[in-house]
């Protein structure tokens, strides 16, 4: 019964115990823009599934004349792809100023430039402003979005180490649970058997934990291995 849950999707990983004291190496997505319309910016991340709804970072945006600044947290995996959606529909222009990956520490990992920014669908045009560029919008757009290139994956460092320790961790803490919880059902439920039959009978309940533990962290497991598997040889750390 494990081995087939394990293999059921499951699309937003659980994790049961989180790290307590994460590296420098986690990412975060940078931006300064303003913008000429009411909307909503989106960024949409390929970690290695694509582009999809699952993973991406939504932005309301108001009309301003000065350029704000937001941080947002990237997944602890390789970035393969980067989308802009600067609005959901209709026209409007984003200026950007500012926009790159900085690492915890505040380190500046990678800068988008003007020239990352493609036109994609529905963009008018990408021009340069004075300390920076914005992206013009048709009027009649309806899925107005730019392609971020990127010439490489942009690696958290140390990212295989700190998703292996996440799945030790929270396997084992959900391990423990379970592990108490059918214990207390059991000595809830039958009288005691001996200590040779209480042993047998926690050690059977132990690997019973164990199993369906890993069922309940399959998420978080098979994206560890995936983002492992999916990062190109030739890409380095950042």
Known sequence: MAAAAFLLPQEVPLEYYSLNNPSGGLQYLEITCASNVQGETQFYLD???????LEKIRLPISPSQSAYTYTF??????????????????????????????????????????????????IDAI??????WKLVVKAQASDPYSQIKLSQPIVPVGMNERNLKRCLLSWSYLSLMLWILLLAVYFALRRHDGFRTVLRVGAFLAILAVLFSLVGNRGLIKNSIRYARCTPPAAHAH
């Open 47 to 53: 970690t290695g599934r694509g582009f999809n709804e």
């Open 73 to 122: 947290p990237l997944p602890d995996a390789p970035l393969l792809n980067l989308r802009l959606d600067p609005f959901l529909s209709g026209e409007g222009e984003l200026t950007i100023t500012n926009f790159r990956i900085i690492n915890r520490r505040g380190d500046e990992i990678h800068r988008f430039i003007r020239e990352d920014c493609q036109r994609s669908n529905q």
């Open 127 to 132: 021009l340069p402003t004075s300390d920076g």
